[in-house]
T-cell receptor, first 113, second 113 residues
Framework: ETGVTQSPTHLIKTRGQQVTLRCSSQSGHNTVSWYQQALGQGPQFIFQYYREEENGRGNFPPRFSGLQFPNYSSELNVNALELDDSALYLC????????????FGPGTRLLVL | LAKTTQPISMDSYEGQEVNITCSHNNIATNDYITWYQQFPSQGPRFIIQGYKTKVTNEVASLFIPADRKSSTLSLPRVSLSDTAVYYCLVGALNSGGYQKVTFGTGTKLQVIP
């Protein structure tokens, strides 16, 4: 149990819709990263938020966007959903104060039909 | 960014020691080496992290040679519950170089009764 929670656990959307996924970070952690994991693949980095600002981004289009709130919780928004967006979406929290590792939540399974 | 190479899969009998090696030839001076374990439909779980030589915790040991171009995760006396995918990750945590790191495809460990 890492203390990182995500909601919802599962979600079904249709192509073209928009989706918002939520993440509550572990207590004391001020950095949140989001990852996309397709079936049979390793997690792919989407972006990272630190103190409410995006602090690094992977190779994902702008329709993937995020927010971090003052309590360090975070949202991942995906617009104009495509079939290939079907994946497990993971958030991970960490702190920038030390060389501490990232702690992952259980993920949100998104299916786009 | 340091790229990692791991065996795609490994089999081991219960009670045996398992060693999984990861190659990271272009590791940077500031990079740490981190291993994660992931069960199906769950987020990755931190196992161990190191910079050089040997690190041991209650779960595993991590061996890193002097040139740091590879690392070996050692799991003592594996049980069926250790069946999972193991990822080697190289990056400078919480610094500018970590944001775009990817997990790769990992090593699928199958423990046999």
């Amino acid at each position: 149990e890492t203390g990182v929670t995500q909601s919802p656990t599962h979600l079904i959307k249709t192509r073209g819709q928009q989706v918002t996924l939520r993440c509550s970070s572990q207590s004391g952690h001020n950095t949140v990263s989001w990852y996309q994991q397709a079936l049979g693949q390793g997690p792919q980095f989407i972006f990272q938020y630190y103190r409410e600002e995006e602090n690094g981004r992977g190779n994902f289009p702008p329709r993937f966007s995020g927010l971090q709130f003052p309590n360090y919780s975070s949202e991942l928004n995906v617009n104009a959903l495509e079939l290939d967006d079907s994946a497990l979406y993971l958030c991970a929290s960490s702190t920038r104060d030390t060389q501490e590792t990232q702690y992952f939540g259980p993920g949100t399974r998104l299916l786009v039909l | 960014l340091a790229k990692t190479t791991q065996p795609i899969s490994m089999d081991s009998y219960e009670g045996q020691e398992v060693n999984i090696t990861c190659s990271h030839n272009n590791i940077a001076t500031n990079d740490y080496i981190t291993w994660y374990q992931q069960f199906p439909s769950q987020g990755p779980r931190f196992i161990i992290q190191g910079y050089k030589t040997k690190v041991t915790n209650e779960v595993a040991s991590l061996f890193i040679p002097a040139d740091r171009k590879s690392s070996t995760l050692s799991l003592p006396r594996v049980s069926l519950s250790d069946t999972a995918v193991y990822y080697c990750l190289v990056g400078a945590l919480n610094s500018g170089g970590y944001q775009k790191v990817t997990f790769g495809t990992g090593t699928k460990l199958q423990v046999i009764p």
